[in-house]
């Protein structure tokens, strides 16, 4: 009861300090000046390991870590080691499907308290991150990072190897990866290794099953943002890649560059039995069922099994026996 009772008398404290970039209001000074690195890309704590910087002490702390080489905390269900134990709390969500962040507008739940954040700026469209030389607001701080650079244009880094500029000497010492065959994030369960940290974490999911990117429109997860992004295009019927010599227009990038190859010819995909070539890997899986006898369609209605299922031999079946008519 007492826990309570002084859990009450926190939420109602007053917070005199108010930021003047978003209006977020806090209780101490301290807390209000740990808040404003947020809004600028200074990050005064550096680590003296490998250089990154980190804008709260807390952060650097923890970052630290890392290098010791210690994951104290294990999950029991996929055996996922963690540095932090909050961390590890977060990750166990995953599993229990514990959601504690409640949307107080319409009562969408989160696993991740920056989750329900960035989900409530979508009811306000609030856009805290302004640039501080143009009007562009931003609901992000890595977008106002990016933006900044545009008014910059300075291209500081080239790689040696190819030419190639970046902005900033973390994207140069990824892109060099590519040069050098460098992968040095390792999946811990499956030893299957990675360019980009990020590459891992997205790979992780395929251990976990957590698929954080939800569609708004029909409630279909995803495990990446960009498999959202493009299944979206499904319902705004979206095509925005074009070919230049036909002006077919195609959804996925990949499904242009398919289509290409009827243009230039190419049929880089080939059949290691009869050795005929095809354009499309999805047509080469197709055409070794020929080889395999492989038949994956079964008519629901008779048994018979079938090589090909959409408007094809199945489909044809289907339509003309089961419907009275004759093929």
């Not at 290098?67 to 995953?94: V, W």
């Not at 507008?105 to 989160?110: H, I, S, V, Y």
């Not at 698929?211 to 279909?220: A, I, S, T, V």
Request: charge should be positive; glycine fraction near 8%; aromatic fraction near 8%.
């Amino acid at each position: 009861m007492g826990r309570t009772g002084l859990s009450n008398q926190k939420t109602h404290r007053t917070k005199p300090f108010a930021c003047g970039n978003c209006g977020k209001t806090f209780e101490f000074r301290s807390c209000l000046s740990r808040h404003r690195f947020c809004h600028t890309d200074e990050r005064p704590y550096e680590c003296d390991q490998c250089n990154k910087a980190f804008k709260t002490s807390g952060n650097l702390s923890a970052h630290k870590k890392i290098h010791t080489g210690r994951k104290p905390y294990s999950c029991d269900h996929c055996g996922t080691e963690f540095h932090q134990l909050g961390n590890y709390k977060r990750h166990l969500r995953i599993h229990t499907g514990k959601k504690p962040y409640e949307c107080d507008q319409c009562g969408k739940t989160f696993r991740l308290k920056c989750k329900l954040r960035r989900h409530q700026r979508s009811h306000r469209d609030e856009r805290p991150y302004r640039c501080d030389q143009c009007d562009w607001a931003f609901k992000e701080a890595s977008g106002l990072s990016r933006h900044r650079q545009t008014h910059t244009g300075a291209k500081a880094c080239s790689c040696d190897q190819c030419g190639k500029e970046f902005m900033q000497s973390e994207s140069l010492k990824r892109h060099k990866r590519l040069h050098t065959g460098e992968k040095p994030y390792e999946c811990q369960l499956c030893g299957r290794r990675f360019v980009l940290q990020g590459a891992l974490r997205s790979h992780m999911r395929s251990h976990t099953g957590e698929k954080p990117y939800e569609c708004g429109k029909c409630g279909k997860e995803f495990r990446e943002r960009s498999s959202l992004k493009q299944h979206n295009r499904i319902h705004t019927g979206e095509r925005p890649y074009e070919c230049d010599q036909c002006g077919k227009t195609f959804s996925i990038s990949k499904n242009l560059m398919y289509h290409m190859k009827i243009h230039t010819g190419e049929k880089k995909y080939r059949c290691n039995v009869c050795d005929r070539a095809l354009r499309h890997p999805e047509y080469l899986k197709k055409h070794k069922r020929v080889h395999t006898g492989e038949k994956p369609y079964e008519c629901d209605q008779c048994g018979q099994r079938f090589l090909i299922e959409a408007r094809s031999h199945l489909s044809l079946h289907q339509s003309s026996v089961h419907a009275g008519l004759k093929p």
